[in-house]
């Protein structure tokens, strides 16, 4: 005895609950329509001006375009942070060399830029020696010029790359080499050799910091529109009569197939017996016939039935949900007594019934009588040792 489902079966669930079936395949119809009209973009009047559609599509070219520029800004800053020996050097702990030149400012003009332009022009191989191809690089961080009132610091600071008195030795030849070419007197000299905290390479390496949080700033700032451009917002009809059509057929298709499983899953839950041809597969009963209250005709033919299987008997039970008006018809047709109980209802009276009957008869009403049901009384009938003449649809 095991529960079976067959293809005919489902198709009995689904014509048994067809109405059901039908309004909540309805129902998802008539909300995949109404979803499709409430979410079909925004009416005319509340969409934005093409004026102001172009004004943005402007600014994002715009804001795309400095953005690129600025992100490869940021990444040459970066580069070049990382790879600047001025940027290693801790600047509360450093060496270096000032070297500090007096002119008359009536006869130099701008000694800073006098001089940074001299020392500018020296080659790069005087200075760093093995590290001049990369050295030239930050040749003006490495070496600062400064000047104020005719007096002009040159600052050299000590890095592992190069040799930081070969490079003051050449700067101060070239200073003194061009300025007695220009014939400016220099007034006086110094060259001290410095150690500890230098003002000026945090200065060096502030403005660099500076910079990356500039542009890190800027880049941020670029994903807030501004105030006088508005995000568009696109305009669009309400949906078209055929959209709503489209949607309301996928909502009720997809109501439809919804309903079909839940009432299928349901069935297959409660084991509920959905045909005849169910009943006689799962537990091997013969169709006596069907009986319906006042048709003398089903009455005459459902004896006939019995009789041609138990003429015999002297009393038959019917075992399952008590039915009067089977029981009565059968008796009054037949002339012998028929009793009804079950086994979920089992008590003395209904045991010795059993024990004095000749057979059994099942009631089966189609879609409403379970499999357990069912079940239990066959079990209830053969272990008194009862035969089970076949199942009555009620």
């Not at 080499?177 to 150690?195: D, H, K, M, Q, V």
């Not at 047709?333 to 003395?348: K, N, R, T």
Request: with cysteine.
């Amino acid at each position: 005895m095991e529960y079976t489902l067959t293809t005919h079966d489902i198709v009995q669930i689904i014509l048994r609950k067809w109405k059901a079936i039908f309004l909540i395949a309805l129902a998802f119809a008539v909300l995949g329509a109404g979803y499709k009209y409430m979410t079909t973009g925004k009416t005319s009047a509340e969409a934005s001006t093409p004026e102001e559609i172009q004004a943005y599509e402007e600014w994002s070219d715009y804001r795309g375009e400095i953005q690129t520029k600025m992100g490869d800004d940021l990444m040459s800053v970066h580069h070049y942070m990382s790879e600047n020996p001025v940027m290693k050097l801790d600047a509360s702990n450093c060496r270096w060399i000032k070297l500090t030149f007096t002119f008359d400012v009536s006869v130099i003009g701008d000694g800073q830029q006098t001089v940074g332009g001299w020392i500018d022009s020296i080659p790069s191989k005087e200075l760093f020696g093995e590290y001049a191809d990369e050295g030239w690089r930050y040749r003006n961080d490495l070496i600062c010029v400064s000047g104020d009132n005719g007096e002009v610091g040159v600052f050299v600071y000590e890095v592992d790359e190069y040799d930081m008195d070969k490079a003051a030795d050449a700067v101060e030849k070239q200073v003194r080499a061009r300025a007695g070419e220009a014939g400016i007197p220099i007034l006086s000299f110094s060259r001290t050799n410095r150690s500890g905290q230098s003002q000026r390479l945090y200065e060096i390496q502030d403005v660099y910091r500076q910079d990356v949080s500039r542009l890190y700033n800027e880049l941020y700032n670029l994903n807030k529109v501004p105030d006088v451009v508005k995000v568009p917002v696109r305009g669009t009809s309400r949906a078209s009569l055929n959209s709503l059509v489209k949607f309301g057929i996928l909502g009720g298709g997809g109501g439809l197939i919804l309903a079909m499983l839940f009432f299928i899953f349901l069935a297959t839950i409660k084991k509920r017996m959905l045909s005849e041809a169910q009943v006689e597969d799962s537990f091997g009963l013969a169709n006596l016939g069907a009986f319906a209250p006042g048709n003398a005709g089903k009455t005459k033919l459902l004896a006939a039935t019995i009789r041609a299987l138990k003429g015999d008997a002297e009393s038959l039970m019917i075992l399952g949900a008590e039915d009067t008006a089977l029981a009565e018809a059968l008796s009054g047709e037949m002339e012998i007594p028929f009793s009804g109980g079950s086994a979920e209802a089992a008590d003395v009276e209904t045991l010795e019934t059993l024990q004095k009957a000749d057979g059994v008869i099942l009631p089966v009403k189609i879609g409403t009588t379970t499999f357990d049901e069912l079940k239990k009384n066959v079990i209830f009938a053969e272990q008194f040792g009862k035969e089970v003449l076949g199942y009555v649809t009620v």
